[in-house]
Every structure is written in structure tokens, then in C-alpha cells.
């Protein structure tokens, strides 16, 4: 993939964004395949001039695709692996081979660079499914995409810089994914920030940018993901995908001088809820998971930016002198004595994706802090 740039080559993204994912499914129903679209002719010509092998279909960028793959069957008593389509570019479909409990699976996650995001990247990568690592840190996310690909096998990984407030980024972000991987059938909207104050304290523009990027985002991510979702089922009507939010623990109850984080996630709950609502039809189901607090994560034990230490100056928990006062106070709300870890929120994403019967839930996974009534 990474010597067939998309970025820079222009052509009709929105029909190649069309195209592949209903190739995808026309090759394999079940998902286990990849489309890789070249724009450029001669570049896909010569990257599989050794492969004699090669199947081929030929069409207009105006014909339907559906009747120019039948036919193609009934001709050839094959699906195609190589699609030209004059005037737009090329396709490369390729059986996929990982194995895994998301085998085959193509997911974007936002924030995917660090903390909770990378792993879950990492996690949804060994169980089989092609990752874009989505966000705002280009260099992380990077980073993160070579690490994949270097462990699970090449290919696996692609990274994406997205700013999830901003819809035409969001918009990208999916198509990249689309044109890397040929469709799209997990969405893990990660990407959030947390900013802690007082209702007297708070500034209303920091007010504005919890909500814009927590709130606002996961609406971005998901109006853009849906789309070639619902195209996959248009072609494989059995087909099911998910969009997954990372909501908190504070998207279930209040949370003391931290109401702007809070709101955006209860929220989220709502949006959760209301798509899950409108696009089942398509067969996506749309799922909250609700951490609880990730306490050795960067969040929480940066030393300068980090929630212990906004907590602590800010004076939420009564009493507290130190960091360590803060922490161990939140230890103490957790029946199960101590934060949330990473592989406890990847076991929920992998129950919520192969639970077929459940959408519009909201999924505490706090160690019985929070229980559900």
C-alpha cells in the first residue's frame, strides 16, 4: 500500500469509495477479503505482471457493477480478482488469510495512537482484522501502523491523521480506509479528551471543546462509517457490522466538577441508542462500552496534564495533599479493588461484535463501581 498513494492522485473518490466495498462483497460475502483500488493503471499493471493467474473484469465507470460481476461469473465460472474501470482506475482483490475471532474484519479506531486506542488496535489486530490507526497525531499514529504490521503480518495496518470534529477529516478518514482495505465493517470511536473544572471554573470555550470532539466527533464517525457499511449490505443482506463508541463510566452516573465530559458521554449514550435505532435495517448494530477508569493509563498518570493531577488541583477529591491521596481514593470506589486495564475493555469489543443479538446497550465495564439498575 505503500506505494500506491491515493492522497495524491485525483480521481473520483466517492465512486471508488462506491465501488470497492460491493466488490468486496461480491467477491466474498462473509467479508474475508481486502480491495486495494489503484488509481494510477500502469502502477496496478506492472505490481501483478507476474501473476498469470490473474482474473480479470473490464467495465464502464457507469456500468453496474453487480450485472458486470454476474456476468463475469457466468462467463468465467469465477469471480473476478482484478476490476479496471475506464476513466476512474484499478481494484485488487485479494481472499483474505488471517485467522482469529475478527478474521477478515476491516476497523478503524480513532485515538488508535496511544493509550486505550493503541491497544485496542494492537488487540483487534491479533485476532485477525486490518486496523486504520485514526489520529489527530499523524507521527503516533504512524508509529502505532508500523508496530502492527511488523508483528501481525504486512498490510495490516494503515495510520490516518483525523480531527473527528471536523466532518471533512472524518469524511477522509473513512475513505482512506475504504481505498486501503475495500470496505469498512468496525468503527471503535475512541478519540475523546477530558477537561476537569467547577461549574464557576470551567470556560465555556473549553466547555465547547469536550462536547466538539467527544459528542460532536462520534456523530462525524459514524454518519461517514455507516455509508459503506450500508453498501455491504446491500450486497450481502446477512452481512453484520458495528459501530462502537468508548463511552466511561461517567456516561452512566454524574461526575463531580467534570460535567463537561460527562454531558458529552451521556450523550453519546443517546446517539448510541437513536442509531442503533435507525440502522439496524442495515444490519449495523451500534453498542457503547463504558470503561471505568484506566488509572496507569496517560489520562490519569500524566504528571502534568494527567487526571490525578487535575483532580488534585482543582480540588475534587476532599482532602487529598497528593497524587497518590487521589489515586487511592479512586481505587477505593472499585469493589473490585483496582482501575480498569486495556484487555478488560478489548474483551468487551470482541463479546459486542459476536453477540449478534445486541444493539443500543450501553456495556459498564467497571469492576462493579457502576452496576446497572
Known sequence: M???????????????????????????????????????????????????????????????????????VKTYGCVPESVVVHGLGAFKIKKSTKSGRLAGKIAIVTGGAQGFGKGIAESMAAEGACIAVADLNLEGAMVCARELNAVFGEDT???????????????????????????????????????????????????????KVNYTGYFLCAKHASEPMKIQHSIAPDYLMDIIEINSKSGLEGSNKNFAYAGSKFGGIGLTQSFAMELVEYGIKVNAICPGNLLDGPLWADPEHGL??????????????????????????????????????????????????????????????????
Open 157 to 211: 495496518a494503515i495510520a490516518v491523521q483525523v480531527d473527528v470534529s471536523d466532518e471533512a477529516s472524518a469524511s477522509n478518514m473513512v475513505q482512506e480506509t475504504v481505498l486501503s482495505f475495500g470496505g469498512l465493517d468496525i468503527l471503535v470511536s475512541n478519540a475523546g479528551i477530558l477537561i476537569a473544572g467547577s461549574l464557576s471554573d470551567l470556560s465555556i470555550d473549553k466547555f465547547e471543546l469536550v462536547t
Open 308 to 373: 490525578f493531577k487535575q483532580y488534585l488541583d482543582s480540588g475534587k477529591v476532599e482532602g487529598a495533599k497528593t497524587i497518590e491521596d487521589v489515586r487511592k481514593f479512586y481505587e477505593a470506589k472499585v469493589p473490585m479493588g483496582r482501575g480498569c486495564a486495556i484487555p478488560d475493555v478489548t474483551r468487551a469489543i470482541l463479546y459486542v461484535v459476536e453477540q449478534k443479538y445486541e444493539t443500543g446497550q450501553a456495556i459498564p465495564v467497571t469492576g462493579g463501581q457502576v452496576m446497572l439498575r
Open 2 to 72: 505503500s506505494d500506491n498513494n491515493v492522497s495524491e492522485v485525483n480521481f473520483d473518490r466517492g465512486l471508488a469509495c462506491r465501488l470497492a466495498p460491493a466488490l468486496r462483497m461480491l467477491y466474498s460475502c462473509d467479508g474475508m477479503a481486502t480491495v486495494s483500488f489503484f488509481p494510477d493503471i500502469e502502477f496496478f499493471i506492472s505490481s501483478i505482471a507476474d501473476n498469470s493467474q490473474d482474473f480479470w473484469l473490464t467495465f464502464k465507470s457507469d456500468d453496474d457493477v453487480e450485472s458486470a460481476s454476474s456476468s463475469y
